[in-house]
């Protein structure tokens, strides 16, 4: 199994430019969820899903937009990148029950000029 | 709103000897699970240790083992014989129970001294 897998693992946009981040899982995960990790804020959640064609809003979820068509693939849209989006953004799944923790990405490195 | 609170932004440690990284929250619920998470410098999310709530017992893997204090929210990490693998970010998260979302802590940066 891959577990969750996330492209690219790094990207430069200038400002204004739109992009997708790309999630994929191969573990039957209900849940989704998007984090950004900026230094000495820990992660903070973006978006999350529950299952396919529902999705939600986290804590910091302007400038971001979700969709999930399919249970496998939760994509992140920067509609128009903005320097105040310079992160790192992790995927993560997991099972509905949330006990045994999250399965994560290994992270893009995002850099707006 | 649950807060999740790392007092401790660095820490050092000899190789051998133990370390207690802490940890403390804030929440209404009653049922709920946390989690300790190491982030390396590979970048990589990996769970260490989880502890759910309603378990008196305290959690233990290998040489992790967590002090879950439920009355006083906390939760801390305990790291036996360190190693220098050992070295990295570690994030304590929460988790309430029946709740898709995790809120993490700010972290605590490990070092291992050889």
């Known amino acids: 199994n891959a577990g969750v897998t996330q492209t690219p693992k790094f990207q430069v946009l200038k400002t204004g430019q739109s992009m997708t981040l790309q999630c994929a899982q191969d573990?039957?995960?209900?849940?989704m969820s998007w984090y950004r990790q900026d230094p000495g804020m820990g992660l903070r959640l973006i978006h999350y899903s529950v299952g396919a064609g529902i999705t939600d809003q986290g804590e910091v979820p302007n400038g971001y937009n979700v969709s999930r068509s399919t249970t496998e693939d939760f994509p992140l849209r920067l509609l128009s990148a903005a320097p105040s989006q310079t992160s790192v953004y992790f995927c993560?799944?997991?099972?509905?029950?949330?006990?045994?923790?999250?399965?994560f990405g290994s992270g893009t490195r995002l850099t707006v000029v | 709103a649950q807060t999740v609170t790392q007092s401790q932004p660095e820490m050092s440690v000899q190789e051998a000897e133990t370390v207690t990284l802490s940890c403390t929250y804030d929440?209404?619920?009653?049922?709920?699970?946390l989690f300790w998470y190491k982030q390396p410098p590979s970048r990589q999310m990996i769970l260490v240790i989880r502890?759910?709530?309603?378990?008196?017992q305290n959690a233990t893997e290998n040489r992790f083992s967590v002090n879950f204090q439920k009355a006083a929210k906390s939760f801390s990490l305990k790291i036996s014989d360190s190693q220098l693998g050992d070295a990295a970010m570690y994030f304590c998260a929460y988790s309430p129970f029946g709740n898709e979302k995790l809120t993490f802590g700010t972290g605590t940066r490990l070092t291992i001294i050889p």
């Open positions: 929440t209404s619920e009653s049922d709920y699970y």
């Open positions: 993560a799944s997991s099972y509905r029950d949330t006990s045994y923790g999250y399965t």
């Open positions: 573990m039957n995960h209900e849940y």
């Open positions: 502890q759910e709530a309603y378990k008196q």
